[in-house]
């Protein structure tokens, strides 16, 4: 099964435990693929640096790293007309829509508003580990 992480599922993944960690492990051990762009890839970065300097003693490199190396680096296009609420949250839509992704994993509710769009299922770190994890 291939998702697209939102970044903040990323990095609550990275530093903190709970749903978004679960995700992050069952990637590890293979069980679903996790589909990026070069735009993702730049905010997850961004974002993890920026936290990083409030959890020194947390590396975001490693996972950064193998997300780099490991997810589906997707070329995308941009939507015909602003989708999400906030028009940052696009790249996550046009992320799953090139990847083929059928869900974006996100703990935002201006994306989380936009589920449905061309087939595409924006769900919560809970919605998700339940249904696709918990099996």
């Given at each position: 099964m291939?998702?697209?992480?939102?970044?903040?599922?990323?990095?609550?993944?990275?530093?903190?435990?709970?749903?978004?960690?679960?995700?992050?492990?069952?990637w590890?051990?293979?069980?679903?693929?996790i589909?990026?762009?070069?735009?993702?890839?730049?905010?997850y970065?961004?974002?993890?640096?920026?936290?990083?300097?409030?959890f020194?003693?947390?590396?975001?490199?490693?996972?950064?790293?193998?997300?780099?190396?490991?997810?589906?680096?997707?070329?995308?296009?941009?939507?015909?007309?602003?989708v999400?609420?906030?028009?940052?949250?696009?790249?996550?839509?046009?992320?799953?829509i090139?990847?083929?992704?059928?869900?974006?994993?996100?703990?935002?509710?201006?994306?989380?508003?936009?589920?449905?769009?061309?087939?595409?299922?924006?769900?919560s770190?809970?919605?998700?580990?339940?249904?696709?994890?918990?099996k």
């Amino acid at each position: 099964m291939r998702v697209v992480l939102d970044t903040n599922v990323l990095i609550s993944g990275i530093f903190f435990a709970g749903h978004p960690y679960e995700i992050l492990d069952a990637w590890q051990q293979g069980r679903l693929e996790i589909a990026t762009s070069p735009e993702i890839l730049e905010e997850y970065s961004r974002v993890a640096l920026e936290l990083s300097a409030e959890f020194p003693e947390i590396d975001p490199h490693p996972i950064l790293r193998l997300i780099m190396i490991e997810s589906r680096l997707t070329t995308t296009t941009p939507l015909p007309r602003q989708v999400c609420d906030d028009p940052a949250d696009d790249k996550f839509l046009t992320c799953a829509i090139a990847s083929g992704a059928r869900i974006i994993v996100s703990g935002d509710k201006a994306l989380r508003r936009a589920s449905g769009y061309q087939g595409v299922s924006v769900l919560s770190p809970r919605e998700f580990a339940t249904r696709h994890l918990r099996k």
